[in-house]
């Protein structure tokens, strides 16, 4: 009982702070099953391929939702999805396979990295578009096997990567995001499948609630809890000007880049 109460609670705190900051994965999720399996003394070396395996998992389902929101909006250009998805699909594969293959130390830093970079990220000026030939099937086939590999070193939807991309590419900044969410789906599923894969072959993984890198308990509790939270994060996020709201998420990804890198 006390597990599914710790899992429902991380769904909660996920829940909110994606609703409040409009941002969910493995930014949110992952740090806060990383205090969860420490307190419940999962092993060390897994413990952060597990938080972002099943992080990809947790994003499977939400993706699902995101993306009928944004084809219902229009905003979802399927073109340019189609052009990514195939690099995304390897790219996350790749991603899979190499977060396995990386020690949690090492894992666990380039994480905290990424973390700190996203913060500062969120303090410089949106992108400006510079040339529509970003676009082409050859740049964006590379562009998506490069963001499915970070994606599932860290366990993200890919949102943060491919809309700065998309609107420098000079495409507005709803369909950037309406397009990016779309993207999601492919990651995670081809992440998932490879961080399952990869856990059973290398840490033969495969017993009670796991499977290869994915902790079902956790996935249902986060779940079970977060769907229902993150309209109230959304609900307070209206008090907020965008502006104040991306600079307390860089400060919330400082501290979390920060206590990860020095743990």
Known sequence: MIEWLSYAGAGVIAGVLAGLFGIGGGLIIVPILLLVFSWQTMAADVAIHVAIGTSLMTIVVTSLSSMRAHHGYGTTDWILVKKLTPGLIV???????????????????????????????????????????????????????????????????GGTLVVPYLVVAGQKMQRAVGTAAACGFPIAVSGVIGF????????????????????????IGIISTSIFMAPIGARLAKNLSHEKLSKLFSLVLLTVGLLLLFR
């Open 91 to 157: 790219g996350s594969l790749l991603g899979a396979m190499i977060a396995a293959n990386l020690s949690s130390q090492w894992l666990q830093t380039f994480f905290a990295f990424f973390a700190l970079l996203m913060a500062v990220r969120l303090w410089l000026p949106l992108p400006k578009a510079l040339s529509p030939k970003l676009l082409t099937l050859s740049f964006m086939s590379g562009y998506g096997v490069f963001t499915g590999i970070i994606s599932a070193m860290v366990g993200i939807g």
């Open 196 to 219: 399952i894969w990869m856990g059973i072959v290398k840490y033969n993984i495969n017993t009670g609630w796991q499977t290869g890198f994915v902790h079902w308990q956790a996935f």
